[in-house]
């Protein structure tokens, strides 16, 4: 079902959606070798916990290390020099969900790691940028696949989805698609665009039950907003 949501319970998820964006900046500004994924994780509860905003599906924060394309929960991993970390934040805050995602590499890292990373970035930008009340949402899963297929890196079949009284719910928002479908964005309508693309193939495996990693070992990137239609454009939600 397709929620539209009012001016008033925008700005109410905006309210967690700055808190989301609290805490993916202090767990950024702490990557670096020698912390492990767990102290990443004690940081993001407390800066949650701080505002009063709680967890979604037990989490605040899941962590995807390298091949991982979507993230489980922070565990006992230390970073290295060398990594691409992708950080995914959710929380609920007086009933209202936002969600973001951040991909950092540990140290300088690769070349290869940094535009992997800058281009889900300029998906996400141009992702956002085609979120025009009155367009379809496949110009937007467009814009996103468009840099993605352009700088040959693999598409996997997830993405960003609709957000609101509940952390997932319609509509889906894939990360490649055709412009002239998809339904009509109207005013009100709130949904997180999620670019997430590997180095390698659009293959993926799930070989633990809670972790999606690439098939063929290369790396992933994850970046995303959750933003709202509005009569004069997108309003980004977790900045």
């Known amino acids: 079902m397709i929620e539209l949501r009012s001016r008033g319970e925008i700005d109410a998820l905006a309210e967690t959606g700055a808190v989301v964006a609290a805490v993916l900046a202090a767990v950024n500004s702490h990557v ?5 994924l767990g102290e990443l994780d004690e940081i993001a509860r407390g800066i949650a916990a701080g505002a009063g905003a709680r967890p979604v599906g037990g989490r605040v924060i899941s962590t995807s290390l390298n091949d991982e394309i979507t993230g489980g929960a922070p ?3 230390v970073l290295a ?19 973001a995602a951040r991909s950092s590499t540990v140290g300088t890292g690769s070349a290869g790691d940094r535009s992997l990373i800058e281009a889900t970035g300029q998906a996400l930008a141009d992702g956002i940028a085609a979120a025009r ?16 297929r352009s700088a040959g890196y693999g598409i996997p079949a997830v993405g960003g989805h609709g957000v609101g009284r509940q952390a ?3 509509p889906a928002v894939p990360n490649d698609g ?10 009100g309508l709130v949904f997180s665009v999620e670019p997430i693309f590997t180095a390698g193939s ?6 633990d039950g809670d972790v999606l990693r690439t098939g063929d070992e290369s790396r992933a990137a994850h970046t995303g907003h959750t933003l709202a ?5 997108p309003r980004i939600l977790t900045t």
């Open 229 to 233: 239609i509005t009569d004069t454009g």
């Open 75 to 77: 565990d006992g991993r």
């Open 202 to 207: 659009h293959d993926h495996c799930d070989p």
């Open 178 to 187: 055709h412009p002239a479908r998809g339904m009509p964005l109207r005013p």
């Open 32 to 36: 670096a070798a020698g912390v492990s």
């Open 168 to 170: 997932r719910q319609d």
């Open 81 to 99: 020099d060398g990594d691409l970390l992708s950080v995914a934040a959710a929380l609920d805050l007086r009933g209202w969900h936002a969600r």
């Open 133 to 148: 009340p009155g367009a379809r949402l496949g110009e937007v899963c467009r814009a996103i696949g468009l840099v993605g």
